[in-house]
């Protein structure tokens, strides 16, 4: 004798839920959240009758679209020159020597460029450097040694 298996009966579907198969997530595509886009509507475009380019209002037009275009495109951004990097120092100098910042200082007011001590010895420096061997050779030779480190409190 062969067995009958009665075969399952289909009925119909009384929720949404039930008439579709189960939806499963998957790591791409989380499946919370699903919401509808609202369609966007195309803008309504006007219409107008163009005006007949005369020699009066030719250079507005012109003048217009340069102004468009000028504000349309991007001013070029400028490249910043690197941060430099500050170097800090103490020395010890003549009381004669050192009045003469006081003094030169003073000329440069006269003559319309105030510029502080630290830029009178970078003028130096830049002076210095400038100089052929034998020129940098002879004025060093006029400048007198003298004992390094801070002087004693008396």
Do not use: C, W
């Amino acid at each position: 004798m062969t067995k009958i298996t009665p075969t399952p009966t289909v009925t119909a579907a009384t929720t949404p839920e039930q008439a579709a198969p189960a939806k499963v997530a998957t790591a791409s595509k989380p499946a919370s959240k699903a919401v509808a886009k609202p369609a966007i509507k195309p803008a309504a475009t006007k219409v107008t009758a163009a005006k007949p380019v005369t020699a009066a209002n030719a250079s507005k037009v012109v003048v217009k679209k340069v102004v468009k275009a000028a504000l349309a495109a991007k001013p070029a951004k400028v490249e910043k020159a690197p941060k430099l990097k500050m170097e800090r120092d103490s020395f010890t100098m003549p009381k004669v020597e050192y009045a003469q910042f006081s003094v030169l200082k003073e000329r440069l007011i006269k003559l319309g460029q105030p510029a502080k001590k630290s830029e009178l010895l970078r003028a130096g420096i830049m002076q210095l450097s400038a100089m052929t061997d034998a020129a940098l050779k002879a004025a060093m030779t006029k400048v007198p040694a003298i004992k390094t480190g801070r002087p004693n409190k008396k």
